[in-house]
């Protein structure tokens, strides 16, 4: 069922075995994943079906350190979309922000998840093998191609033998014919799922704890008129995004003073985006005709590659990971064309400095606004002065041609986001290192969990969707195998910390009297 909250009575009370706050990529994969499992979801989604100007106000930021895009209706950043979607970097709509996205898919590295003393504070408490299931699981059932086959295939194992000398690395990605636009694209499924109640116009403001503050009781979600619900939960999931899952933990400070999850002063912390140049060229050299099949762009749906320095290399040199692509090469044979244009993201460093918090100013709910304070470290800088040399003379060992940047030297000053906003929950092995644990539970909250970029430790180079996806998948299939642990109480009851909450009608339940708000 897909409703509006103008739908819901004033004061309404939903419950539910599971809410998810956010139908963007991730919220509308959990809500499916277990909806098919037979456990009665509510799905909360702060936009529309169409794009409201009014709700996408409601995500207005401000800026402390280097700013991130904002609207402009001229924008060459997103030149392919309609003119109000411009230059946003998130979009509150059914669907979110992969109505604007470009349909790029790439699987992490091995060395992202692991400890590399070069690289401070980083380490995931999870192995890239831990998500290889769900990374699988989702080419299949979203219609990618073949990871693995492809990578078993002898063009790609011949370019890794052309690119190894130099140590040059390929990488994989895949290129959707036209991209997954989530809202459109599960629709029906979602409309017609009998345990699935997707609320449009419905904007999570605040989570109510239990009173020994260690279980989530409910969401509090407004309407953009101000009329306020309550959604009851066996488990909450936040898939809100790297910027809106920090600010709800931290706007429901009711009862713990500095938010949910915040006991160390660390949600919001540890923001990440990715870095990226897009003023280079390559000017080709013998070698790259052999690769015309893996950087062109079209026809799609296609795989393609990207480059970058070897784990080794990045080892050696203490570099953080990064990636080199090759933008809008012709479909046909190279000859005659002198250069093409190239991007280049890199990793940022994980920084508790670069952060997001709560400002002064209100939002027309009444939510405090968002401050992004995105900055980089000493060690930052330092990396990429290391890393375009080594890239520039690794690209004419192996024979690709020569890199230029342009006349002056590559800064991350001058760089622009890619809007892809990371870190701000971060999974971590213990609370002092982090906001979720290997779960993506939240530390010290049973019941609350987060499946969003926020919870990345670090954050790659590029591409993150293919990531969120995966654990959004993670997460859903261990909320499924708690529910089912759980079945044989919950036919008698809803448990919900403290509180036993009493059916009445579908979608509304009664508190007995003297239960915690």
């Not at 909250?5 to 959990?30: F, Q, W, Y």
């Not at 003393?117 to 990618?144: C, K, Q, V």
């Not at 012709?330 to 400002?359: H, W």
Request: include cysteine.
């Amino acid at each position: 069922m897909i409703r509006h909250a103008t739908d819901l009575g004033e004061g309404a009370v939903l419950d539910a075995d599971v809410a998810v706050v956010g139908a963007g990529l991730a919220g509308i994969d959990i809500a499916r994943q277990l909806g098919r499992r037979g456990l009665r979801v509510v799905l909360l989604e702060s936009g529309r079906l169409e794009f409201d100007p009014a709700i996408q106000n409601l995500a207005r930021a401000s800026f402390a350190g280097k700013p991130l895009r904002t609207p402009e209706t001229h924008s060459h950043l997103s030149s392919y979309l309609p003119p109000m979607y411009r230059g946003y970097c998130r979009l509150r709509q059914f669907g979110g922000t992969t109505n604007i996205w470009t349909g790029k898919w790439r699987i992490f590295d091995p060395q992202d998840f692991e400890l590399r003393p070069w690289i401070p504070n980083s380490g995931w408490p999870i192995a890239l093998s831990d998500l290889l299931p769900f990374y699988e699981e989702t080419a299949r059932d979203y219609g990618f191609g073949h990871f693995e086959k492809e990578a078993a295939g002898t063009f790609f194992r011949q370019t890794r033998r052309l690119l190894a000398p130099a140590r040059l690395e390929p990488h994989l990605f895949y290129w959707e014919r036209t991209p997954t636009r989530s809202g459109t694209r599960f629709f029906q499924e979602l409309k017609g799922a009998p345990t699935v109640d997707v609320v449009l116009g419905a904007t999570a403001t605040a989570i109510r704890l239990t009173d020994g503050l260690d279980h989530a009781h409910s969401v509090v979600f407004r309407s953009l008129d101000r009329r306020t619900f309550t959604l009851h939960a066996r488990y909450l999931v936040l898939s809100a995004g790297g910027l809106e899952v920090p600010r709800l933990l931290l706007a429901s400070n009711g009862q713990i003073p500095w938010g949910i999850g915040n006991g160390r002063d660390l949600v919001g912390r540890f923001f990440m985006d990715h870095p990226k140049d897009m003023r280079g060229h390559l000017l080709p050299g013998g070698s790259f005709s052999s690769l015309s099949e893996g950087v062109r762009t079209r026809p799609r749906p296609r795989f393609g590659i990207s480059f970058s320095l070897s784990a080794a290399a990045q080892q050696a040199a203490s570099l953080p990971n990064h990636a080199i692509y090759v933008r809008n090469p012709a479909p046909t044979v190279f000859p005659g064309r002198t250069r093409f244009p190239i991007k280049l993201g890199i990793e940022q460093m994980p920084n508790p400095g670069s952060r997001v918090y709560l400002g002064a100013e209100r939002d027309a709910l009444g939510m405090p606004q968002l401050v992004v304070d995105w900055r980089f470290t000493p060690r930052d800088h330092e990396a990429l002065a290391t890393l375009v040399p080594a890239l520039i003379g690794a690209f004419a060992e192996a024979g690709l041609g020569r890199l230029d940047f342009g006349p002056t030297p590559v800064s991350l000053d001058a760089m622009g986001d890619a809007s892809h906003h990371m870190g701000t929950t971060r999974m971590a092995a213990d609370p002092s290192r982090g906001v979720v644990d290997s779960d993506c539970r939240i530390f010290g909250v049973d019941n609350l969990f987060v499946a969003s970029s926020s919870v990345f430790a670090t954050a790659h180079a590029y591409s993150p969707t293919f990531t969120i996806l995966a654990i959004a998948r993670r997460v859903a299939s261990h909320l499924a195998n708690l529910a089912a642990r759980a079945a044989p109480a919950a036919a008698q009851s809803l448990p919900l910390g403290d509180v036993d909450i009493v059916r009445t009608a579908p979608g509304r339940i009664q508190k007995p009297a003297g239960a915690p708000e």
